[in-house]
T-cell receptor, first 112, second 118 residues
């Protein structure tokens, strides 16, 4: 079974700190990796995608991918209260015709 | 950016009735749309892939006769929950991506439809 695992949290960080969100996946052949943010009662919105090993930065967000360890993470710098949400890791496993497999999400709380 | 709409945003119905949910891509054509379901505190689970002009493909464990999908045009897919029961109460979300483009970063989600079956 192709799975994506995340710690459900909540992860609590003070305002201005770095939040680190982690995700592991089981299908070694996966090629595409995504981070979505989901506010309560809303649908997911894409934050970042990453395909290659290493880091990818976009503003306050950095995605990190390590295919050998089957690990992908999201760093949020200068965390703001508005970042408080559930962060979903998603993967397109091999041979699934572009279908996203989501993790259960990590709830992030940024405290004042 | 690309916009995907869903209607209705919220629906309450009696057990045994059928409910239709619409998913529209407003400013692009979508050959393929996906339907997801999300129960409280759980992740999104893919239910089916909706293909314009052909039958939908359903994920394992999803009853195709209960969740009818029609993708009659390049901008509209509908999901009908037939004979709904309280256990069907959930958050239903569709996504779409422009025809001819990789689904990768260009998959756009609708705002979701919250279904409550009494």
């Amino acid at each position: 079974q192709k799975e994506v695992e995340q710690n459900s949290g909540p992860l609590s960080v003070p305002e201005g700190a770095i939040a680190s969100l982690n995700c592991t996946y089981s299908d070694r052949g996966s090629q595409s990796f995504f981070w979505y943010r989901q506010y309560s009662g809303k649908s997911p919105e894409l934050i970042m995608f990453i395909y290659s090993n290493g880091d990818k930065e976009d503003g306050r967000f950095t995605a990190q991918l390590n295919k050998a360890s089957q690990y992908v993470s999201l760093l949020i710098r200068d965390s703001q209260p508005s970042d408080s949400a559930t962060y979903l890791c998603a993967v397109i496993p091999s041979g699934t015709a572009s279908k996203l497999t989501f993790g259960t999400g990590t709830r992030l709380q940024v405290t004042l | 950016g690309a916009v995907v709409s869903q209607h209705p945003s919220r629906v309450i119905c009696k057990s045994g009735t059928s409910v239709k949910i619409e998913c529209r891509s407003l400013d692009f054509q979508a050959t393929t749309m996906f339907w997801y379901r999300q129960f409280p505190k759980q992740s999104l689970m893919l239910m089916a892939t909706s293909n314009e002009g052909s039958k939908a493909t359903y994920e394992q464990g999803v009853e195709k006769d209960k969740f009818l999908i029609n993708h009659a045009s390049l901008t509209l897919s509908t999901l009908t929950v037939t004979s709904a029961h309280p256990e069907d109460s959930s958050f239903y979300i569709c996504s779409a991506f422009p025809s001819g483009v990789s689904v990768s970063e260009t998959q756009y989600f609708g705002p979701g439809t919250r279904l409550l079956v009494l």
